[in-house]
């Protein structure tokens, strides 16, 4: 087989594509999270993504991320390691010298033209070392305040946009904005704000591009379900499936052991990322 078919997050999302289900990339900032998503991934029998920020090659060091991966792949079920939110040139760099599966390549700050090009550059570049891309078409904006004070129709993903975008530059994951923010929906929450037509017409303009969901805070089952049925395949989550676990380890903290502490932990960390794959995501035992 040739690339992207060799390509652990592809071979993840192409499954999941053709066959209906969706499948979650959790962001983990230590190793309990790493943990918990392959405990949960291996007794739901269910693919899995594991996603870093830059800020973990940072702050735990490239031989923590190496640690990430060996573990993940280690797992009886697949489960992929996938960098998020790669915005810095040096970060890229860093990357570009591990062993991702997969790195979101974020230039949507920049000008639609300058995206494409550094989009393009950096494919590439990392297709050549067997790794996939993701990058954001438009811009997903938010923050912990949040709907920022934008106008949304100017950083939404246009279809005919999506599919230059994506020819022109080679990515293999396109991350749409059709309403979606980071952090905290304003008064309404997502379902005010989503634009699930426009969600459809984007995946109709990139066939055999999986669509990736960023901005899933406060987002209800129904709501994922019907960003399952418009196109997206990979979900990003974050505190959806965290919350639980820092609030054990807020109330617990100074109570119990350390040792103690993080196994139970984990369990409540692990118990939520099960719930998801079976309710949000429908990947419970296609692995």
Same mark, same amino acid.
């Given at each position: 087989?040739s690339?992207?078919?060799?390509?652990r997050?592809?071979q993840?999302?192409?499954?999941?594509?053709?066959?209906?289900?969706?499948?979650?990339?959790?962001?983990?900032?230590?190793?309990?999270? #790493?943990?918990? $998503? &392959?405990? *949960? =991934?291996?007794?739901?029998?269910? +693919?899995?993504?594991?996603? /870093?920020?830059?800020?973990?090659?940072?702050f735990?060091?490239?031989?923590? #991320?190496?640690? $990430? &991966?060996? *573990? =993940?792949?280690a797992?009886?079920? +697949?489960?992929?390691?996938? /960098?998020?939110?790669?915005?810095e040139p040096?970060?890229?760099?860093?990357?570009?010298?591990l062993?991702?599966?997969?790195?979101m390549?974020d230039?949507s700050?920049?000008?639609?033209?300058?995206?494409?090009?550094?989009?393009?550059?950096?494919?590439?570049r990392?297709?050549?070392?067997?790794?996939?891309?993701?990058?954001?078409?438009?811009r997903i904006?938010?923050?912990?305040d949040?709907?920022?004070?934008?106008?949304l129709?100017?950083?939404?993903?246009?279809?005919?946009?999506a599919?230059?975008?994506?020819?022109?530059t080679?990515v293999?994951?396109l991350?749409p904005?059709?309403?979606?923010?980071?952090?905290?929906?304003?008064?309404?929450?997502?379902e005010?704000y989503?634009n699930l037509?426009?969600?459809?017409?984007?995946?109709?303009?990139?066939?055999?591009?999986?669509?990736?969901?960023?901005?899933?805070?406060?987002?209800s089952?129904?709501?994922?379900?019907?960003?399952r049925?418009?196109?997206?395949?990979?979900?990003?989550?974050?505190?959806?499936?965290?919350?639980e676990?820092?609030?054990?380890v807020?109330?617990?903290?100074?109570?119990?052991?350390?040792?103690?502490?993080?196994?139970?932990?984990?369990?409540v960390?692990?118990?939520?990322i099960?719930?998801?794959?079976?309710?949000?995501?429908g990947?419970?035992?296609?692995?």
């Amino acid at each position: 087989m040739s690339f992207p078919q060799t390509n652990r997050t592809w071979q993840i999302l192409d499954a999941a594509a053709k066959a209906g289900y969706a499948v979650g990339a959790f962001n983990c900032y230590n190793d309990d999270g #790493v943990i918990a $998503v &392959i405990r *949960a =991934a291996e007794a739901s029998k269910s +693919p899995a993504i594991i996603q /870093l920020f830059p800020w973990t090659m940072r702050f735990q060091g490239p031989e923590f #991320v190496k640690y $990430v &991966i060996n *573990a =993940a792949h280690a797992a009886s079920v +697949p489960i992929a390691v996938h /960098l998020d939110h790669c915005i810095e040139p040096a970060d890229v760099e860093a990357a570009l010298n591990l062993p991702f599966d997969s790195i979101m390549v974020d230039a949507s700050i920049h000008d639609p033209e300058e995206n494409i090009r550094q989009c393009a550059a950096i494919v590439q570049r990392a297709n050549a070392k067997g790794i996939s891309i993701e990058a954001e078409m438009g811009r997903i904006e938010g923050g912990e305040d949040g709907l920022p004070q934008v106008d949304l129709d100017t950083i939404m993903t246009h279809p005919d946009g999506a599919q230059d975008f994506a020819q022109k530059t080679g990515v293999q994951f396109l991350a749409p904005a059709f309403g979606n923010i980071h952090g905290h929906y304003g008064p309404g929450g997502p379902e005010k704000y989503w634009n699930l037509s426009l969600l459809e017409k984007v995946r109709d303009a990139v066939p055999g591009i999986p669509l990736v969901l960023h901005g899933t805070h406060g987002v209800s089952n129904d709501l994922f379900h019907a960003a399952r049925r418009h196109g997206m395949v990979k979900i990003n989550l974050n505190r959806t499936v965290r919350d639980e676990y820092t609030n054990f380890v807020a109330e617990n903290a100074g109570k119990l052991e350390l040792t103690v502490l993080k196994m139970k932990a984990v369990e409540v960390y692990t118990k939520s990322i099960s719930r998801a794959m079976k309710g949000i995501l429908g990947s419970a035992g296609k692995s």
